[in-house]
């Protein structure tokens, strides 16, 4: 195909990819005849509001800026075994996680850190610098990253509430299918409000009918 001057489908490809989903996968398409490959980060979505979304990206874009400009990279400093398990602990306990992470200081080496502690007291200053990097203006910069540094002062983000929720609901005497019913429609009801998911009511707004 391609020593004929055409573009390839790739069907199989794209089939694999429709039916795999990794946390970042790359992703072949082909629109008006030009081939495209791009990786998607399936990170940001987990929303569950639009400034939530916005939010995370704020961070992550901010984050990944100032560490590709920095001096020493963050791979030379941080093996993969550490890395990998880092992911592993952050998909476990979420925001109650603990890191390994690169020692500030001349003789170098890794220490253990608390999910908020990391993000608090080092990948918000490098998240508000690489934003300032990228020409952000400084009021959505601090809005939206102000959204990041709440989560962490309430130690509250969506999978923290979805679950201490859901847990309450079970406390009260619902079956786990009646908990997780009544945690999605409270879910729904109050992402359509808009509000950041760490200012959310933990619990259900009024009693449901026990299954």
Known sequence: ???????????????????IYRWNRPVYGVADG????RVENRVLPAGPT??????????Y????RALAEESRPLWTRLPFEAAAANFDAACKDGIDARFTWPRRGRYGGTTQVDAVS???????????AGLDAWGVEPADRDLYLGVIEERCRRRVNGASWQAATFHKALDAGHTREAALAATTRRYRELMHKGDPVHTWPVGLPE?????
């Not at 391609?2 to 039916?19: F, K, M, R, S, Y």
């Not at 874009?61 to 990944?64: A, D, E």
């Open 50 to 59: 639009v400034i939530d979304v916005v939010a995370n990206a704020a961070f």
């Open 1 to 19: 195909m391609l020593d004929q001057g055409g573009v390839p489908a790739l069907a199989e490809l794209v089939l694999h990819n429709g039916t």
């Open 34 to 37: 030009v081939p495209h490959l």
């Open 207 to 211: 009693p449901v009918p026990l299954a």
């Open 118 to 128: 990391l993000v608090r007291d080092e990948l918000l200053p490098l998240a508000e």
């Open 61 to 64: 874009y901010g984050v990944v």
